[in-house]
């Protein structure tokens, strides 16, 4: 690493241990104690100075193309590795791009540390050229944030931007770095560096262990219950928890529903898995919930796209409530039995207790729910009308080839829409951290750019990007960044011409009135845009041609492949439950009648 030391001299030698940084190096020689591998990022005038260290940092810095392209793809290194994913851009307008990153990690609970310029210490206030009021701005969408103002402060707010991202309720961090203090160019950016080898911070004191007292009244419950499922949230991967759940679904013989953002976390072939449950979910799932006597919510958050109307959801089920954010209890739901704690801990802790009363034979029989749900998976399984000759594809069609094409452990990282729902409900997730997607805020464009993160993590790995057609015309720029970086991931584009989800309620609540979400399928030419990118580019139209492609698709592994799959504008993602409605009110797909559920 560069070092100046104009400033050191023999009268003024740096303490034992310490060596003479500026905070540029400084910031960097930080994220190195961090265990920090790879920063996504995007240069700029105030954060500079810090671009200069990174060049004899051991860390792979990766060029992006847009600041949003940066956070996103930190998202997807974080969700796959559990580690945070780190970002880096500049001050104004690079700071604002990161906003909607922000706010989709803190809302889907993803550790990631922002590092963002900010204009010199004196000018701050100004309306000086390219500030902004960061801190400001991200403080509703971060779990900290933190202007520095001093060179000296850097290695304390690195280390506890770190601790805060990873401790309790995982979160983005942000540190606004201004430009004076890490210019190389500033004597007062010198001083003595020493990391802080503690976090003090007196004020932040998550809580992990499960309360001994709370954990006996849930499983008194949990084994008397006769109707029970596991209503299982990001939560428990976040906790890397899943072993611990399956060990707690087959002591207790519990059913268990996985939402959106735990997809994984439980094996979609155990024969106790339900799928995923809410506004997509399938029938069986939706309906264990509604008819559940104990509903044990685990990491999970009770959100509007899983309740429905709340008030009439899981109307005859007691609560059990295990999630380490306190504000999550009672937000949303009255919990009977609240367990504020790591999930993990909380889920080893019920096991044990379990185990003492004898374990797989303490509970209650639950072989006539086992039997009910049984006949729901039987009569409502998910599904969709064959593909008829001529016509375009299905895209559930094409995403099963896909399913089983790929090998069980491919990491699929998905954009926001029809094409998410339907990559959620046709891949078999068997694997823990294999289910890349943006939950709470809903973010379209986010699968290129995550899945990027999730490869630069894990580049022996096959990676997946499922996109639509709208999600690939955000952020599609970052396949520059995979092609230049040597990041082959891989798109399957379920191109049906139409914002797909909004067309479709469109179709269902507003008279088919199809305003404003027509794309098209000739404008632009997919094909020749990935291919100017750097990308093998495939166009598929028939179903006689699409296991070919893929199987081609899955064979290159030098540069990024995009498939275009042109799909029907029509097709439907079912079940669905109307916005605002009850669980009560699913609608399944048309060749299916739910009043012979019973």
Not at 30 to 59: C, H, N, R, T, W
Not at 305 to 316: I, L, Q
Not at 529 to 549: I, K, P
């Amino acid at each position: 690493m560069n070092q100046t030391s104009e400033s050191e001299s023999p009268d003024n030698p740096p303490p034992a241990g310490s060596v003479r940084l500026n905070g540029g190096q400084a910031l960097i020689k930080s994220l190195e104690l961090e265990g920090v591998d790879v920063i996504f990022g995007y240069p700029g005038g105030a954060i500079l100075p810090v671009y200069d260290p990174i060049i004899d940092s051991k860390i792979r810095h990766i060029l992006v193309r847009h600041e949003q392209g940066a956070g996103h793809a930190a998202e997807g290194y974080a969700h796959v590795t559990g580690r945070p994913g780190v970002c880096m851009v500049t001050s104004g307008p690079a700071a604002t791009n990161v906003v909607t990153p922000l706010a989709d990690a803190y809302l889907d609970s993803v550790p990631m540390v922002c590092i963002t310029g900010q204009v010199a210490v004196p000018a701050i206030g100004t309306d000086a050229f390219q500030e902004c009021d960061t801190t400001g701005i991200t403080r509703s969408i971060t779990k900290h944030n933190m202007l520095v103002t001093r060179a000296e402060d850097i290695p304390r707010a690195v280390r506890e931007a770190f601790h805060i991202a990873t401790t309790g309720r995982p979160g983005p961090v942000l540190i606004d770095i201004p430009k004076d203090i890490v210019d190389a160019n500033n004597p007062n950016a010198y001083f003595d560096f020493v990391y802080p080898p503690e976090v003090e911070l007196p004020g932040y004191a998550p809580t992990t262990g499960a309360d001994p007292e709370a954990v006996t009244e849930a499983v008194e419950m949990i084994l008397a219950a006769e109707r029970p499922v596991l209503y299982v949230g990001g939560g428990v991967l976040k906790a890397r928890g899943a072993e611990a759940l399956l060990d707690m679904a087959e002591i207790g013989n519990i059913p268990v529903v996985t939402t959106l953002m735990a997809r994984g976390a439980f094996p979609d072939s155990h024969e106790l898995c339900l799928g995923m449950p809410g506004m997509h979910g399938n029938y069986t799932a939706v309906r264990a919930i509604q008819e559940a006597d104990v509903l044990i919510a685990m990491g999970s958050r009770f959100d509007d796209r899983v309740t429905g109307k709340v008030g009439a959801f899981a109307p005859g089920a007691k609560v059990i409530h295990v999630d380490i954010d306190p504000a999550e209890h009672g937000k949303v739901r009255r919990p009977d039995v609240s367990i504020v704690a790591d999930c993990r801990l909380a889920m080893e802790a019920i096991n044990d207790a379990i185990e003492s009363k004898g374990g797989p034979t303490s509970h209650t029989d639950h072989s006539a729910w086992r039997q009910r749900l049984s006949g729901w998976q039987e009569n409502y399984p998910l599904t969709y009308d064959p593909p008829q000759p001529g016509e375009l594809l299905k895209p559930q069609a094409v995403l099963e080839a896909l399913r089983d094409a790929c090998p069980a452990d491919t990491i699929v990282a998905s954009g926001v829409g029809q094409h998410q729902m339907w990559a959620s409900q046709y891949w078999r997730f068997d694997h823990p951290y294999t289910w890349v997607n943006s939950g709470g805020l809903g973010t379209m464009g986010f699968s290129i750019p995550a899945a990027l993160g999730a490869k630069a993590a894990y580049p022996d790995r096959m990676v997946w990007a499922v996109d639509g057609d709208g999600c690939f015309q955000m952020t599609a720029q970052e396949l520059i960044t995979a092609s230049v970086e040597k990041i082959p991931i891989k798109v399957a584009l379920l191109n049906n011409a139409y914002l797909g989800m909004v067309r479709q309620w469109q179709e269902l609540f507003y008279d088919e009135r199809y305003s404003e979400v027509h794309l098209g399928h000739e404008m632009p030419d997919y094909v020749k845009w990935a291919e100017s990118m750097g990308c093998v580019a495939f166009r598929v139209e028939d179903h006689s041609e699409v296991d070919a492609v893929i199987a081609k698709a899955n064979q290159i592994n030098d540069r990024p492949v995009v498939v275009e799959f042109r799909c029907l504008s029509e097709e439907k993602v079912y079940p669905m439950v109307p916005a605002g409605g009850s669980n009560d009110d699913i609608i399944v797909h048309p060749s299916q009648h739910p009043d012979q559920a019973e």
